[in-house]
């Protein structure tokens, strides 16, 4: 529960950064309804506080979040995003040049880089790409790829 704690806090801050750059509330700074985003993720509990925090301080865009790669793989090829996102905790795996948890036999062993090209090839060259080790980041970095203010 320490880590959900962290997340939230984290994500506070950066709500309050990007409030303070002008982003304001859920209600001002765009809105984002009819934009989804994909995410991968490695922690269940966490990418479920992300579905329910998120999408109001995200302009109200919608949040499909995987925990492993059976599903992220699937979801990357069912559709195209708005944009994609590495959770933080998916980062710091790979900032420590650790295997991500959550993968299959074909990923066994991927970092970012094979991710991203994964993303590339399944969703095209101009779909963003947001990642960052810190949860106070997230927030700004995912409103910009959404083109919110």
């Known amino acids: 529960m320490a880590n959900a704690a962290r997340m939230v806090a984290g ?4 709500a309050v950064a990007a409030a303070g750059r002008g982003a304001g509330d859920a209600g001002s700074g765009g809105v984002a309804s009819a934009k989804v985003l994909l995410g991968r993720g490695c922690d269940p509990v966490m990418a479920a506080h992300s579905l329910r925090m998120l999408p109001p301080l995200l302009g109200g865009a919608q949040l499909v979040v995987t925990t492993d790669d059976d599903e992220f793989i699937a979801r990357l090829r069912e559709r195209k995003y708005d944009a994609v996102f ?11 040049r650790a295997p991500i948890p959550g993968g299959n036999a074909a990923t066994c062993g991927w970092g970012l880089e094979k991710y991203r090209a994964l993303v590339r090839e399944t969703q095209g060259a101009a779909v963003p790409i947001v990642e960052s080790t810190e949860e106070r980041e997230m927030v700004p970095l995912l409103r910009a790829a959404l083109g919110l203010k």
């Open 11 to 14: 994500v506070m801050e950066g």
């Open 86 to 96: 590495f959770a933080p905790g998916a980062c710091r795996w790979d900032a420590a």
